[in-house]
């Protein structure tokens, strides 16, 4: 198994990131991959896939998002609003990126990457969603929308996080979501997602707040409007159990690239790198050349 290299990446904001590398140095690979994952999750959640295919020919870069893993939270009187993510993305872009950048993002990881491609289409090289195309519209009125996000995240602040009594209970949560993921993986990610405290317990590294609905909905014509600026190749990915294929408007939300394949991973759900490492990187090794 090839280790990653881990690091921190400081960002105009005062925060810093926490990314894992594989292929620093070796300076002959002039071509940067860049790994953005999807909700609640982090940056090792792709290190399977990366060790089946992307860790022997790429400069790998993935790295925990803003109040995910090991990255900082946003701290007192902040929250997630979703261009954060974008701008962070762009920080490590600029940072880390080398000749060639490509992205591939997971689920909500996918929205970030792909709005980074439509608004500097002339940085990225490849661009891969892993079942990335946004969730379903949301007709909730705005002003109850603000209301609840208020409500929401004043009693986030002050609950007291949610904890496991142990490791065995963090990797039995995980399975309960998601029925696919193999024992093995189930520890592995458990080991890495949570913080040990004392007595054995295990807490998850994901800020709550990020469990709060946040004040703007998803639009998809604002989605629209990046996806048609997009220059580079794109390839969306999908699990073939996954009820994302049954997402509304998918056929119009696919129309959006100017460059586009499809590809379905079977026997995988939504967490395809999870579910198929091996075959999700044999893709994206074939699409990013």
């Known amino acids: 198994m090839t280790a990653p290299i881990p690091r921190r990446l400081p960002l105009?904001?005062?925060?810093?990131?926490?990314?894992?590398?594989?292929?620093?140095?070796?300076?002959?690979?002039?071509?940067?991959?860049?790994?953005?994952?999807?909700?609640?999750?982090?940056?090792?959640?792709f290190a399977p896939m990366v060790e089946r295919g992307l860790a022997d020919r790429y400069h790998v870069v993935a790295p925990d998002m803003r109040g995910?893993?090991?990255?900082?939270?946003?701290?007192p009187g902040g929250y997630y609003h979703f261009m954060d993510y974008v701008a962070d993305?762009?920080?490590?872009?600029?940072?880390?990126?080398?000749?060639?950048?490509?992205?591939?993002?997971?689920?909500?990881?996918?929205?970030?990457?792909?709005?980074?491609a439509g608004a500097f289409p002339e940085r990225v090289h490849r661009l891969a969603l892993l079942e990335g195309l946004g969730p379903p519209e949301d007709d909730t009125a705005p002003p109850a929308l603000v209301q609840s996000w208020i409500r929401a995240w004043q009693r986030a602040r002050t609950a007291e996080p949610r904890t496991y009594p142990s490791l065995e209970a963090a990797v039995s949560r995980l399975r309960a979501a998601d029925p696919l993921l193999s024992d093995e993986l189930a520890h592995f990610f458990a080991e890495r997602g949570t913080v040990a405290l004392?007595?054995?317990?295990?807490?998850?590294?994901?800020?709550?707040?990020?469990?709060?609905?946040?004040?703007?909905?998803?639009?998809?014509?604002?989605?629209?409007?990046?996806?048609?600026?997009i220059r580079c190749p794109v390839l969306l990915v999908e699990g073939a159990d996954s009820p994302v294929r049954h997402l509304e408007n998918l056929e119009r939300r696919v129309a959006c690239f100017s460059r586009a394949e499809r590809v379905v991973i079977d026997g995988a759900a939504h967490m395809i790198?999870?579910?198929?490492?091996?075959?999700?990187?044999?893709?994206?090794?074939?699409?990013?050349?």
């Open 89 to 116: 993305l762009a920080s490590v872009v600029e940072q880390v990126g080398r000749a060639r950048v490509s992205l591939v993002g997971h689920s909500m990881g996918g929205s970030v990457a792909a709005y980074f």
């Open 68 to 75: 995910h893993g090991d990255s900082d939270r946003a701290g």
């Open 273 to 289: 790198q999870r579910h198929q490492p091996e075959a999700l990187a044999s893709a994206l090794v074939q699409f990013l050349g």
């Open 12 to 45: 105009p904001t005062g925060l810093s990131l926490s990314l894992l590398e594989w292929g620093a140095h070796d300076a002959a690979r002039d071509h940067t991959v860049i790994l953005v994952h999807g909700f609640l999750d982090l940056a090792w959640g």
């Open 198 to 229: 004392p007595g054995g317990a295990r807490r998850f590294k994901h800020d709550p707040l990020h469990l709060t609905r946040g004040p703007y909905p998803f639009r998809l014509d604002v989605a629209e409007a990046f996806w048609r600026a």
